[in-house]
């Protein structure tokens, strides 16, 4: 079965950095974009970054564009989200996904579970 578990979620204070992980099995996703969403309680679901798993195109949502960085390593089938200068509005559930189109959370065909993330002012 396909999976994506999240890791590397936990609070950090207002100017810091993270790193989230997002380990990927049980298909080759070579043909897939890997993305990066959001949400807040009681907020949709957002955009975040996304990265093409075989060329690494990357693309990011304005809110997070300078701070943010979406990298994978191939051999370990993992992605990554380095995210420095968190800010409080960062605070979220931070969720992996993999889908064919950029940003299209509706699309995405395997979700994890989500990773929290807090950042305290």
């Known amino acids: 079965q396909v999976q994506l578990v999240e890791s590397g979620g936990g609070l950090v204070q207002a100017g810091g950095s993270l790193r989230l992980s997002c380990a990927a099995s049980?298909?080759?996703?070579?043909?897939?974009?890997m993305h990066w969403f959001r949400q807040a309680p009681g907020k949709e679901r957002e955009f975040v970054a996304a990265i093409a798993w075989s060329g690494g195109n990357t693309y990011y949502g304005d809110s997070v564009k300078g701070r943010f960085t979406i990298s994978r390593d191939n051999a370990k089938n993992t992605m990554y989200l380095q995210m420095n200068s968190l800010k409080p509005e960062d605070t979220a559930v931070y969720y992996c996904a993999a889908g064919r189109l950029v940003g299209a959370r509706g699309g995405m065909d395997y979700w994890g579970k989500g990773t929290l993330v807090t950042v305290s002012s």
């Open positions: 049980g298909r080759t996703f070579s043909s897939y974009v």
